[in-house]
Nanobody, 130 residues
Framework: EVHLVESGGGFVQQGGSLRLSCNAS????????MIWVRQAPGKGFEYVSY????????RYADSVKGRFTISRDNAKNSLYLQMNSLKTEDTAVYYC???????????????????????WGQGTQVTVAS
């Protein structure tokens, strides 16, 4: 089964930085695109960033462009999100996600970039204080 384990979240003050990691297993990580999404309290999932399988086509939501950097290390089955210049509006649980069709039983379905994704893991909390 698909397993995605997020880590690296924490508490920071505005202007600070965090680096999130997503460790993947249960599928051939190096041939699949990945995204980061986030969910603020009481809100739906918000698309944050995309990276293709080869890691050379990053995309970002306008809200994080210029502040966040997505990357991946396919040899380690890992996805990363470097978050700089954090704002209070970035406070959310952050999830990595891959294609929903990889497996059954998705409980966190996300439509982003006109593609169905699934955030298979538990996410990692990012809290940015003013």
């Amino acid at each position: 089964e698909v397993h995605l384990v997020e880590s690296g979240g924490g508490f920071v003050q505005q202007g600070g930085s965090l680096r999130l990691s997503c460790n993947a297993s249960g599928f051939q990580f190096n041939i699949y695109a990945m995204i980061w999404v986030r969910q603020a309290p009481g809100k739906g999932f918000e698309y944050v960033s995309y990276i293709n399988a080869g890691g050379n086509t990053p995309r970002y939501a306008d809200s994080v462009k210029g502040r966040f950097t997505i990357s991946r290390d396919n040899a380690k089955n890992s996805l990363y999100l470097q978050m700089n210049s954090l704002k209070t509006e970035d406070t959310a649980v952050y999830y990595c996600a891959t294609l929903e069709g990889l497996s059954s039983g998705c409980l966190r379905k996300i439509q982003a970039l006109n593609i169905p994704w699934c955030a298979w893991g538990q996410g990692t909390q990012v809290t940015v204080a003013s």
